[in-house]
């Protein structure tokens, strides 16, 4: 039982939000982060379900067949061939204190970004990592989503931007959960190769369950790779021969090195760049090398 | 180092915010829940404690100076002599990403909002409560700070609302974190006796570190009566005599029953009231009985 949505001129490009909007009073919404390229919005479909499933997964009663009707006129206000969009879904106004409205009217915005001038560098060159000190939140029941709950990724970053001053060629950082297994980047998912199995951390705890990350899963398995997906704690990860990231905005990204910078140990060193080159492969119509 | 706060008509009363407010794209901010009565705003001292402590925490940088030098504006223009104010303050906009930008110029909004209808009422005769399903999030590194990220909330709300439509007695849910301890209630911190003593959960993996809460176990100890502050157990509530809530809006409301209606259990009856109501004395000048 959707409400009628408000037209789209007051929503979708709008540079206010009402200052009792619950996305801002709560965070009680999502988010989905998109490549744009060559008049596609790359892997729309799994964004479309994961935005789909996080609204039911919340109770935010938002309209797939409004949602699907902006989606050219979206197209058409591209600002560039090859930029960033990012939909924001909330749960709108209203309410009384923490317990929604039902039913709720959402609030859809789309913003356009540009992409970051670094991507086909580190895409080519591969990065440097560092574990963030602040930990990832654990509940099981918002697992997977990508709400706008997203205080542990700004305070990962932080750590981040302040570790790549002196040391550049970090350009991720990866969050633990609270009992310090290896979980996601502050942005990216991860994959590891450990005695010569590709794994990549179960988010049955915490973080998003990533477009990118489900894709590559499926890429390698219709390659004959299976990947596993389990738990990792944070110290296996100095026992991997090789290491990437991926996200939907940029693909896939080596690691080169983990440099631990609290532990005060030497970096560890992934030789092998064999899986996400070949990785890189498979997406390079859309993700270019 | 905090930078030039913008001129207070931007802010502060501000019926919308950007819609590229770090508040509503990560939760990134704080914010606070105020009685006002009779010109004033009632314990504001350790609001505004926990309000500039969780700023340091977060990195916000807020103004010291600047936000006291906006509280006479502020009180001069409430709506009525007794109601709520809201303060809610942002990282603003700006950054990379989730990097933030530093330094950053804080978003600060304080927001009016009557009193709900039933607060005497509650005070009075108590309430009754459910346990909800929805668990709070564990993160050691953010327990306690009043952040945006409330998404538990508003899902443990939910449930709430939905159980309060058939009993309507029930007025506040209480929350377990991911490991069935006893946290708090929904807008509430929570006491109980068990064998004689009064107890309340520790906060020191997830939960608001509330200010009444702080008051309470400050007033009774200058009684005598000592606040244990311990993991409780969600089953350990069952053996209480005694079980009350407090906010700093409504104050300290006895609770009657423990309706568990998911384990399809029998309510568990509260049998006294009596710490809540020498709590409801002590504070009966600015939380009328």
Redesign the interface.
């Given at each position: 039982m959707s409400p009628a949505p408000q037209t789209v001129s007051d929503h979708i490009f709008?540079?206010?939000?009402?200052?009792?909007?619950?996305?801002?009073?709560?965070?009680?919404g999502l988010?989905e982060t998109i490549r744009f390229r060559s008049g596609q919005l790359l892997l729309w479909e799994p964004h479309r379900q994961r935005l789909l499933s996080g609204c039911d997964a919340?109770?935010i009663d938002l309209d797939h067949a409004y949602l699907d009707s902006l989606i050219p006129e979206i197209i058409a206000s591209a600002p560039s061939t090859d930029c960033i969009l990012k939909v924001?879904v909330?749960?709108g106004t209203g309410g009384?204190?923490?317990?929604?409205p039902?039913p709720n009217r959402p609030t859809v915005?789309f913003?356009w970004h540009a992409l970051?001038a670094d991507i086909i560098n580190n895409t080519r060159m591969g990065i440097d990592v560092i574990f963030c000190r602040?930990?990832?939140?654990?509940?099981?029941?918002?697992a997977g989503i990508k709400?706008?709950?997203?205080?542990?990724?700004?305070?990962?970053?932080?750590e981040?931007?302040a570790c790549a001053v002196h040391t550049p060629t970090v350009r991720e950082g990866l969050m633990l959960d609270?009992d310090s297994n290896l979980i996601e980047g502050?942005?990216s998912n991860v994959f590891v190769v450990i005695q010569n199995q590709l794994c990549t951390p179960e988010l049955t705890?915490c973080g998003v369950d990533g477009v990118m990350r489900n894709r590559l899963i499926e890429l390698f398995a219709s390659q004959g790779v299976e990947v596993v997906v389990r738990a990792i704690r944070h110290r296996e990860l100095t026992q991997g021969s090789e290491a990437f990231l991926c996200n939907s905005v940029f693909g896939v990204w080596p690691i080169l090195r983990l440099i631990d910078v609290h532990a005060g140990e030497e970096p560890h060193e992934f030789r092998a760049t064999t899986m996400a080159r070949m990785a890189q492969q498979w997406l390079r119509d859309d993700f270019p090398l």
């Open positions: 709008s540079e206010t939000v009402s200052s009792q909007n619950r996305g801002l009073l709560y965070g009680d988010f919340l109770g924001i909330t749960r009384r204190g923490y317990s929604p039902s915005l913003q970051a602040h930990p990832l939140s654990v509940n099981p029941v918002t709400h706008l709950n997203r205080l542990d990724q700004v305070l990962a970053s932080r981040l931007s609270v502050t942005r705890r």
